[in-house]
C-alpha cells in the first residue's frame, strides 16, 4: 500500500493539533467545573443568608398575632366573667354564703358560654379549697395550679397562668372570709388556632419574598460575575431588600388588623352592657331612675386599655371609643423587633466586608483578577 507523503503530513498535523489542544481543552473543563461549584456555593450563601434573615421575621410576626389575639381574648373573657362576678359579690354582700351560693352553676354557665376556648371554670374559695367546678365534656379534669403571690390592681385585673395545654385566667372574687377566686380555663391549642390563618398567610408571604430575593441574587451573579466582595455586597443587599418588603407589608397590615380585632373586642364589651341596662329597661326602669349610670359604666370598664371612653347617650345605648395608644402599642412592639433584625443585619454585613478588606490589606487573601 502506497502512502502519499501529503497524507503523511496532514496525519502528523492532526496528531500535533491534538496533542496541543488537549490541555486547553482539559483546562477548559476544570475552569467550567470551577465556575460551575463557585455559583452553586453562591446559591447555597445566598440561600443560607436569605433563611437567617427571614426566619427571624417570620417568628417575630407569629408571636406579635399571637400576643394580639391573645391579650384581646383573654381581657374580653375577664370583663364578660367579671360581671357574674360582680353578681356573687353582690349576693355576699347581702349575706349569702359563698359555699352555699344559690345558682352559681347558671353564672358558671354563662361565663363558660362567653368563648369557645373556655374548657372549665372553677371557684376556688379561701386555702385554696375547691368550691364549684364545671367542665366541657371534653375537660381531662388537669388539677388546678393557683400561683401563690398574685397582685390584682382594680377589679377587672386577671392574672394569667399558663402550662403546656391550658391558660388559666385567674380573677378576683371579694369573700367575707377573704378573697376567692374564679378560675376560667381556656384551651392552649385553640386560642393558638385561632391565629393559625394569619400565621400561614404570613409564612407564605416570607418564603416568596425569601425565593423572589434568590432569584435576583442570582441572576446578578449570572450577569455580572461579581468577585467575592460584590458577592458578599450582593447578598447583603437582596437580604436587606427581603427583610424590608417583609416588614413593609406585614406593618402596615398588622396596623389594620389590631384596629379592627380591637374594635370588634370593645364592641364585644359594650354589646354585654347594653344588654345589661335592656334588662333593667324590660323591667320598667326608666333611665332617670338609673342612678349615676356612667359611673357605674366607668367602674364596669375600669382597668380596661382598650378601651380610651365609654359611655351612655340620652337613648340608653352605650357608645365607645379604642384606646390608640393601646392599637399603637402593637405596631411599636413589632418596630422594635425588627430594629433588632435590621440591626443584626447590619453588623453581620458590616463585620465581614471589614474582616474581608482587611484580610486582603495585610495580605492574607488575594484579590480576584
Known amino acids: 500500500m502506497r502512502i502519499e507523503r501529503g497524507e503523511l503530513i496532514n496525519s502528523e498535523f492532526r496528531a ?14 476544570a475552569q467550567t467545573s470551577n ?16 433563611w437567617g434573615v427571614i426566619m427571624p421575621s417570620f417568628l417575630v410576626k407569629r408571636e406579635a398575632a399571637r400576643s394580639l389575639y391573645e391579650n384581646l381574648t383573654f381581657m374580653r373573657i375577664a370583663v364578660e366573667a367579671r360581671q357574674n362576678i360582680q353578681k356573687i359579690e353582690y349576693g355576699v354582700k347581702n349575706g349569702k354564703n359563698l359555699e ?24 376556688v374559695g379561701s386555702g385554696d379549697r375547691l368550691l364549684y367546678s364545671l367542665e366541657h365534656p371534653t375537660g381531662d379534669g388537669v388539677p388546678l395550679q393557683r400561683p401563690r403571690e398574685m397582685v390584682f390592681e382594680n377589679e377587672n385585673d386577671y392574672y394569667l397562668h399558663g402550662n403546656a395545654e391550658f391558660f388559666d385566667l385567674i380573677l378576683p372574687i371579694l369573700d367575707t372570709d377573704g378573697t376567692a377566686y374564679l378560675i376560667v380555663r381556656l384551651n392552649r391549642d385553640i386560642v393558638f388556632f385561632s391565629t393559625s390563618g394569619l400565621v400561614s398567610r404570613e409564612l407564605r408571604q416570607s418564603l416568596i419574598i425569601a425565593l423572589e ?5 442570582l441572576i446578578i451573579f449570572l450577569i455580572k460575575r461579581p468577585k467575592t466582595g460584590g458577592i458578599l455586597a450582593v447578598t447583603f443587599m437582596i437580604a436587606l431588600i427581603a427583610l424590608s418588603l417583609d416588614f413593609g407589608l406585614s406593618y402596615a397590615r398588622y396596623s389594620d388588623i389590631a384596629e379592627s380585632a380591637t374594635v370588634q373586642s370593645v364592641n364585644r364589651v359594650a354589646q354585654m352592657l347594653q ?8 323591667m320598667g326602669i326608666s333611665s332617670d331612675a338609673i342612678y349615676d349610670q356612667n359611673s357605674w ?11 380610651h371612653t365609654m359611655s351612655i347617650n340620652s337613648n340608653m345605648h352605650v357608645t365607645f371609643t379604642v384606646s390608640r395608644a393601646y392599637v399603637s402599642q402593637y405596631s411599636a412592639n413589632l418596630l422594635k423587633s425588627y430594629s433588632v433584625i435590621y440591626a443584626a443585619l447590619f453588623a453581620a454585613g458590616a463585620s465581614t466586608l471589614t474582616v474581608r478588606a482587611i484580610r486582603v490589606r495585610r495580605g492574607k487573601l488575594k484579590v480576584e483578577s
Open 100 to 123: 352555699q351560693f344559690y345558682n352559681i352553676n347558671s353564672m358558671l354557665r354563662d361565663i363558660q358560654r362567653c368563648s369557645s376556648y373556655v374548657e372549665g371554670v372553677y371557684v
Open 35 to 50: 465556575s460551575k461549584l463557585r455559583g452553586f456555593l453562591v446559591f447555597v450563601a445566598m440561600a443560607a443568608v436569605l
Open 297 to 307: 359604666l366607668k367602674k364596669s370598664v375600669q382597668g380596661i386599655p382598650m378601651i
Open 213 to 217: 430575593m434568590l432569584g435576583l441574587g
Open 16 to 29: 500535533d493539533d491534538i496533542s496541543t489542544n488537549l490541555p486547553l481543552r482539559q483546562a477548559g473543563e
Open 275 to 282: 344588654s345589661d341596662i335592656n334588662a333593667l329597661k324590660a
